[in-house]
Structures are given as structure tokens and as C-alpha cells.
């Protein structure tokens, strides 16, 4: 929980996790040499983004709609993942601060693929009555 001006504002887990990935990234894409900035630096701003909105919409919409977004903001943050290492093996990036990046990148990631596979269990058909149902019927 932050308090700004005096309002309380209460986040989910993980988007306060995504909150401390993205101002930790903040903090520290400045620090990049500008060719990296300016191309690697503004997709990774760009992944952040989408990342963030996916799962924002996620905790928005009815149950049904969630899995897909659940999904590609899964992929997205892998994603993301992958462009810091290329960052950290291009130079743009130093070793301690890619630590910390992929750490909290890793948690948001097992989040999301905890999320994922709750939902996916909560839209499977139940197949244990369906087969209990069918051999009733002797």
C-alpha cells in the first residue's frame, strides 16, 4: 500500500510487483549508452507497457476474457526477460542491475504463469462428472 497526497491506493500483487520492475527500470535506463537507448531501451519501454496494460484489462474483464490476456502477457514478459539479457550482453546494462531486473522480472513471470494455469483449470470442462454421468446410466 502507497500513500500519495493522502490517498490511499491499494494495488494487486501483481501489479505492484510490475510497479517495482518498472520503476527500477526507470531508474536505470537513463544510465544506457544512447544507441542501446534509443532502440532496445524504447522496446523494452514498450514491453513494460503492453505487460502493464495486459494485466490491468486482465483484472477488469469477466472471468472468460482473461485467459488470453493472461497468455500474452505471460509471452510478453518473457520477452521482456530476453531483451534485458540482450541488453546486459551488449553492454547496455551492468551485471548487478540485471540481476535485480531479471529477479523481479522472474517473479512477475511466475505470477502470471500461476494466474494462467488457475484459470485454465477453472475453464476445463470437468471431466470427472462427465464420466461418472456416463456410466450411471448401466
Given amino acids: 500500500m502507497k500513500i500519495i497526497d493522502k490517498r490511499i491506493i491499494k494495488m494487486s500483487g501483481i501489479s505492484e510487483k510490475l510497479l517495482q520492475v518498472y520503476v527500477l527500470w526507470q531508474n536505470n535506463s537513463k544510465h544506457i549508452p544512447k544507441m542501446l537507448r534509443y532502440s532496445m531501451g524504447v522496446r ?3 514491453l513494460f507497457a503492453q505487460i502493464i ?3 490491468s484489462e486482465a483484472i ?3 472471468e472468460e476474457q482473461r485467459l488470453p490476456l493472461v497468455r500474452i502477457a505471460n509471452i510478453k514478459n518473457d520477452v521482456l526477460k530476453f531483451m534485458l539479457y540482450a ?3 551488449l553492454g547496455g546494462l551492468k551485471e548487478d542491475i540485471f540481476t535485480d531486473f531479471s529477479l523481479k ?3 512477475v513471470g511466475k505470477m ?3 494466474w494462467k494455469i488457475k484459470l485454465e ?3 476445463r470442462p470437468n ?3 462427465t464420466a461418472s454421468v456416463g456410466n450411471d446410466k448401466k
Avoid: H, M, R
Fill in 44 to 46: 523494452i519501454d514498450s
Fill in 53 to 55: 496494460e495486459l494485466v
Fill in 60 to 62: 477488469f474483464v469477466s
Fill in 87 to 89: 541488453l546486459l550482453e
Fill in 105 to 107: 522480472a522472474e517473479e
Fill in 112 to 114: 502470471l504463469y500461476g
Fill in 121 to 123: 483449470k477453472q475453464n
Fill in 127 to 129: 471431466t470427472l462428472n
